[in-house]
């Protein structure tokens, strides 16, 4: 067993075998490994950082210090191996004291060149050491050489264990025109050494085709451990049954980071089986009329079915089928073809479930007669069936926001239906239910009877102005065990956001005489996030307010964020009292149905009072006697003023 553990076989040659002492000791080669001694490699070519572990045992009488290995090539030969340490020899140390009769272990740090060939390389073994008595570094050091073989290991390799197809997950076999496939190659990894950065490229044989021919296995894996790589593949009709030949260009990395290259070739198995069923859609035929038995015949296998053949027949001789025998051909692996019959149903049939066989007949690819029967339940009525009704509590869902409404199911039939399951979905992006149950199980509801399903549905902004559905799939029996399949739609209107506000309206003047016209101006604003239609702005009031010309305006279309400008004005009646008085300022629009919104918005405005001149009216009488006065005053300021003047000629005369 140690023998076989050991990766890196030494040879020490013949002649230095034998004990050499120095200074009274003795030292002995032991082992020389790959790695540790406990766990010893194997070194292959382009190897970094691997250690080399050298055993030497003391089986003299004394002590030894100072204990240096080194390793050199051959007189005209190079190694295989280098230092750690670019340029410096490949030496190992023991620092501590070699008891006698003791072994240590010296550990070489190297790298493996990339460019050696796997062999055997001999090379030379330098020990030096002392005596351990001596505390003088200047007495001499006792060496010897002797003769090692480095073993240089090849790459190690993997083995691909086997192969297997894969559908939908599961493990199948494929076969002439399967179409999409997995290959899954199942894979060892050696069994001595643990790998990583598994990349895989095969190559296909023809008939075999795929975009993706490549797989990777990242991850570190044990020594000996089974791993996968998957490789998607389509199985083309050219591809024959029998064994496939695969070519796989393989990549990893040893624990040492070393790159390794391969190219392996494995065998891939094409097992044809052909696999036919018949699925029979709903039927439900009239009593005393003609109808049609619908099937749908499918090849799920792997190979083509040959000359195949339906043969139909009925438990009741009361349904007649036109044509008991069809013929279908091949139907090749993965295809569909549809059958239809033409059968009458006798008018004295009871209204009830019935069962029709379908037997194929066909040759499998060795010419084997083959044959399966399946049954086709019937279902035949007395009546026209009414079926369920669904209606909306509300026809209008808003936009941009979750609007509650609820869907009610009506049975129209005369009879109860039974295991009813209802489900709810919507056929639109911009509806999307968020509160409430969308699936429904009712033991059973009778007839005329309703079901309610409470719901809250988000349309978006952009729905706005649109007209979406929820589809409802009601599932039911009926008293004879039918089961029927309805699906419904229920019709919503998407009211549009659409939010029209007055900004800064305002009257000028604010105050008004009698008669005098007003101006309003002001801007509309849409800050909804649809489109505002015919939109129109209107003022009008109760007196003294007088419509003054138009009294409404036409904006038009006002796009969301759009602000759009207006401007009316009116008159105030003549005879206006003063006071103060009301103008209302209405805008009216639609949406893309042609509802029609309003949004009103009132103004004051003061009446103020006219300012009429006054005028006095005298008599001729009171006119003479009011004019004394002034002229006494005017007599009186004349004289006053010739006194001025003669006072002042006086002073420049004296």
């Known amino acids: 067993m140690r023998t076989s553990a050991i990766i890196l076989s030494f040879l020490v040659s013949t002649a230095y075998l034998t004990l050499f002492q120095a200074h009274g000791s003795t030292l002995q080669v032991v082992d020389l490994v790959w790695g540790t001694v406990s766990n010893p490699e194997k070194a292959i070519p382009g190897d970094q950082k691997i250690e080399l572990s050298l055993v030497v045992a003391n089986v003299g009488n004394k002590p030894v210090c100072a204990l240096e290995a080194e390793i050199s090539p051959k007189l005209n030969t190079r190694l295989p191996i280098t230092s750690w340490e670019p340029g410096k020899p490949v030496k190992a140390f023991y620092q501590s004291q070699l008891a006698s009769g003791t072994m240590a272990t ?331 149950e969308t699936r429904a199980v009712i033991e059973s509801i009778r007839a005329g009877g309703t079901y309610t399903m409470p719901l809250k549905i988000l349309a978006t902004s952009q729905a706005g102005d649109s007209v979406s559905s929820v589809s409802a799939s009601v599932e039911y029996r009926d008293p004879s065990g039918v089961r029927w399949v309805e699906n419904l739609e229920v019709s919503l209107a998407v009211r549009a956001d659409i939010d029209i506000k007055f900004r800064g309206v305002q009257l000028s003047p604010l105050k008004v005489r009698p008669g005098e016209a007003v101006d309003v101006a002001g801007d509309v604003v849409n800050e909804g996030s649809n489109i505002a239609r015919a939109v129109v702005v209107e003022i009008g009031g109760n007196p003294p307010y007088e419509a003054l010309g138009e009294s409404r305006t036409v904006v038009g279309i006002v796009n969301p964020s759009q602000v759009s400008a207006f401007t009316l004005n009116f008159r105030v009646q003549s005879n206006a009292q003063p006071g103060t008085y009301n103008v209302v300022v209405k805008v009216a629009y639609r949406n893309g149905f042609g509802e029609v919104f309003e949004r009103e918005t009132v103004l004051r405005y003061e009446v103020v009072p006219n300012q009429t001149p006054q005028t006095t009216v005298v008599s001729g009488s009171q006119q003479r006697f009011d004019l004394q006065p002034v002229l006494a005053v005017v007599i009186a300021v004349a004289a006053l003023a010739i006194a001025g003047i003669s006072l002042r000629r006086r002073r420049k005369q004296g």
């Open 106 to 436: 010296l550990v070489f740090r190297v790298n493996v060149l990339e460019d050696v060939r796997p062999g055997r390389y001999d090379a030379d073994l330098k020990l030096l050491y002392r005596e351990c008595s001596s505390t003088s570094d200047a007495l001499p050091t006792a060496q010897h050489v002797s003769t090692v073989a480095l073993q240089i290991y090849s790459p190690p390799s993997i083995r691909i264990v086997r192969s297997a197809w894969f559908v939908d997950g599961a493990e199948t076999t494929v076969g002439p025109g399967s179409g999409p496939a997995v290959l899954r190659v199942y894979v060892e990894a050696p069994v001595d050494t643990p790998i990583s950065n598994v990349e895989a490229r095969i190559s296909t044989p023809k008939g075999f085709s795929g975009s993706t021919l490549y797989d990777t296995f990242l991850d570190t894996i044990a020594a000996g451990r089974i791993f996968t790589l998957d490789f998607p593949l389509i199985v083309s009709e050219e591809v024959s049954v029998g064994m496939h030949q695969f070519e796989a260009d393989i990549k990893f990395r040893n624990k040492y980071g070393t790159l390794i290259s391969l190219r392996q070739s494995f065998n891939v198995e094409v097992l044809g089986k052909e696999e036919l069923l018949v699925e029979a859609v709903q039927q439900t035929l009239s009593k005393g009329s003609y109808g049609s038995l619908q099937l749908i015949v499918r090849n799920k296998g792997s190979a083509p079915a040959h000359s195949v053949e339906v043969v139909l027949s009925s438990e009741d001789p009361k349904i007649r089928f036109s044509a008991q025998r069809l013929s279908l051909g091949t139907i090749q692996p993965r295809q569909t073809m549809e059958v239809k019959a033409a059968v009458y149903i006798d008018k004295s049939l009871e209204p009830s479930v019935y069962t029709a066989t379908a037997t194929l007949e066909y040759r499998d690819s060795f010419a084997n007669l083959r044959a399966k029967s399946f049954k086709v339940p019937l279902a035949v009525v007395e009546e026209f069936r009414r079926g369920f009704k669904a209606s909306a509590s509300q026809s209008f869902l808003s936009a941009g926001a979750a609007t509650s409404m609820a869907l009610t199911f009506t049975n129209q039939n005369p009879y109860e239906a039974k295991e009813v399951k209802i489900t709810l979905s919507t056929n639109n992006p911009s509806l999307t239910i968020v509160e409430g």
